[in-house]
Each structure stands twice: as C-alpha cells, then as structure tokens.
C-alpha cells in the first residue's frame, strides 16, 4: 500500500457527494472556509453545531445551492481554493494551500504550535511549526505532514482550556484603568488610540460591567462568539476575563477587521457592529449605518 493510499484513509468518507456529512476530522477547514467568505463569526473548534450549520446553510444559499447545511462536494468547490482537498489526501509541504493545510494548522493550535492565523496556506510559518511539532513528538523534523505526522497530530483530543466566569464585582474596573489598557493595547496592535477609545465609548460609555440582551460583555462589548474567534483564531490562546482582557479582545479584533478590510474604517467599524458578513453583503442595517457615524464623530472626542 502506497503512502498516499495509506493518507486517504485519514480523509473518510465525506468525498463520496454532496449528501455525505464530513467526518469531524474535517469540520476545522469548513469553519475556516465559511469564516474566510465572511459567513462564520464563531470559533473554530471542530463541532458542527448549530452555528456552523447556519453558517453554511447562509452560504449555500448565496451561491445558488442546496440549504441543507450540509458541507459536500459542491459546497467545497463553492469554497474555492478554501475548498479542497481533504486533510489525509496528500502530502502537505510548504507551497500548499487549501482546506486541509486549514486543518492542519487547526490540529497544531490545538496541541500547542498556534500558527498567527487559520489561513490555509503552508509558508514558512506553518513549516516551522511542522517542525517543532515533529522534533516534540520524535519525528524527523522534516517540515512534511505525511502518515506519521498525521498520525500524531490526530492521535487523540486534547482538552481546551477553561477559565472560569469573573464575579460582576471583578469585571469593575476604574476610568483610569480603562483608559489604561485602551492605549496599551491600541500601542501594541497599532491602532488608533482615538478610533479605539471611540468605539470603546459608542460600546460601552468605557464601562466593564455592561452586559446587553445580545450576550455581548465589557469596556469593547464582545459577544461570546467574537472571544472564542479571536481566542481560536486570531490569538491561539485563551484571554483572562478580565477588564484588560475584554479590551485585548475588542481592540485585536478591531486590528484584524481593519487589516481584512484594507484598513477601510467605515467598513472595519460596520464588520465590528454587524459582523463580516454583512458587510460584504452590502446589506448594512440603519442601525450599523448610525453606529459608525457615532464612531466615526466620536474620534478625538472623548
């Protein structure tokens, strides 16, 4: 049996059509997919919850396909190059891109190599952490997912990390302290401090122990959706639930809608409000359209 006939087998059965649901194995690079066309705001865990069900029934339905929430055959190709192929159907070494180097870098974030971000392309920041990896588990340390890395990158579940919810006394903060991390973590992503300190203040009047109806929490109003993203995704470990944790999360999330957005301020501050996918879309609601010009007038003001 030839190495290749040996990695397909890591892919299951989920190549089989359209009707055929993917193995967990291979949920990771579906996530990344539907985030990447701006359908997924959650985190990239591995689960095909509700959430990511809705996500692609949302995406079938954009691209004239069947809403069964099912990711298949013509979901994938829908995907683009986030699409295929599966993780096990081949080697992957740097120059690769696709859905399974999305799962692979899922697999090194969940065993401690967190590459900066789940964006299916195996350059040299992905090799190195292949090998790290490799060297960590006794392998030649070759930078190449073949069986054996495969292997020891699946074998297994580890355990995600839990951190405990704060008291509604700890998530109090004093204004100087808030003010504090704001520039702090607006120096250290490089963002706007007047942008940041905008939004803060739109959000939250720069109060911590604000919670509205929608779940969102904090000094930057991070809905349980955008913490494990950013978590996951973004940052590859888990952030104190603290004052200075809730405003690391608004302002790194805010660094990386600017970025995706070509540092379009109006766009990166409506992505904030109503997510990705609705600006993308172009269907902003009244209600986005008024948050950013708070924003936008609020800059250098408070």
Do not use: C
């Amino acid at each position: 049996m030839s190495l290749i006939t040996i990695l397909v087998v890591l892919a299951g059965a989920a190549s089989s059509g359209e009707a055929s649901a993917l193995p967990p194995l291979q949920i990771p690079g579906a996530q990344v997919a539907l985030y990447r066309h701006g359908f997924y705001k959650g985190p990239i865990d591995g689960i095909a919850g509700p959430m990511t069900r809705r996500a692609t029934r949302r995406f079938q339905r954009s691209n004239g396909l069947e809403a069964d929430g099912i990711v298949g055959r013509r979901t994938r190709a829908a995907f683009g190059r986030f699409g295929g192929p599966l993780f096990g159907s081949r080697l992957l070494q740097r120059g690769k891109a696709g859905f399974d180097v999305s799962v692979l870098q899922f697999l090194l974030a969940r065993r401690g190599f967190s590459p900066p971000s789940l964006d299916g392309d195996f350059g040299p920041v992905t090799e190195r952490l292949v090998r790290r990896f490799q060297r960590s588990r006794g392998l030649s340390p070759d930078g190449i997912v073949g069986r054996q890395t495969s292997a020891a990158l699946t074998r297994g579940t580890p355990r995600a990390a839990l951190i405990p919810q704060s008291s509604e006394r700890a998530l109090r903060a004093s204004r100087p302290a808030i003010e504090a991390s704001l520039a702090s973590w607006a120096a250290h992503y490089g963002v706007s401090l007047d942008l940041v300190r905008a939004l803060a203040w739109q959000e939250s009047g720069f109060q911590n122990h604000v919670r509205s109806r929608a779940g969102a929490v904090g000094v930057m109003q991070v809905i349980p959706e955008t913490r494990a993203f950013v978590e996951e995704v973004l940052l590859g470990h888990a952030v104190p639930r603290t004052m200075d944790g809730n405003v690391r999360l608004g302002v790194a999330y805010l660094h990386h809608l600017l970025h995706r957005f070509g540092m379009n301020v109006r766009l990166a501050v409506a992505a904030y409000y109503a997510g990705p996918a609705a600006v993308l879309s172009g269907g902003l609601s009244r209600p986005a359209h008024h948050f950013v010009a708070n924003v936008l007038a609020l800059r250098g003001r408070v």
